[in-house]
């Protein structure tokens, strides 16, 4: 059974430029790699409520609670790796910034038994979204497009 990953996208509208906030995963694993921001998200389980879970990882990702607003589905997308992830965007304030992420404990370097904390998202930041489109995991980029059909109508 694949992964299943549920996020939220917040995004600001301002003289006809669309941004949005997006997270830069954190760890040795992510490094100088392309690609390396995500929408903020988080696994979840069979039975959970993934809007539920996805509010629940913006607040120990970012640090704050989810901005507060009506949610826009975004549906979903399945990344390389066969992870499902499902979003929905959310207007926020710009002033929306991080605060601090939970951390993960991991072996590190693989296979030497030594463990390591990392936070799980380093640091999150806005950007417009013609950059997001390159700097996100390359499957979230339709989660992107989307937005930026929902917010022209």
């Known amino acids: 059974m694949p992964r299943t990953s549920a996020g939220l996208l917040p995004f600001t509208t301002a003289k006809g430029v669309t941004r949005v906030f997006l997270g830069r995963m954190g760890g ?4 100088r790699r392309p ?10 389980g069979d039975g959970d409520d993934p809007l539920a879970a996805a509010e629940r990882e913006f607040l120990e990702e970012i640090g704050i609670a989810a901005p507060p607003g009506p ?3 975004l549906g979903e997308v399945r990344q390389s790796g066969g992870k499902r992830v499902r979003a929905w965007a959310v207007e926020a304030d710009p002033s929306l910034a991080f605060v601090s992420s939970n951390l993960v404990t991991m072996e ?3 296979r030497s038994g ?3 904390s990392f936070p799980e998202i380093e640091r999150a930041e806005w950007c417009e979204v013609d950059r997001a ?3 996100v995991v390359a499957a979230q980029t339709a ?3 989307r937005l930026v059909d929902a917010v022209a109508r």
């Open 133 to 135: 489109r390159e700097l």
């Open 114 to 116: 030594r463990r390591v």
């Open 108 to 110: 590190w370097p693989p």
């Open 143 to 145: 989660f992107l497009d």
């Open 71 to 73: 949610r826009l589905d």
């Open 28 to 31: 040795p694993a992510w490094g």
């Open 35 to 44: 690609r390396a921001w995500t929408v903020v998200k988080g696994e979840y």
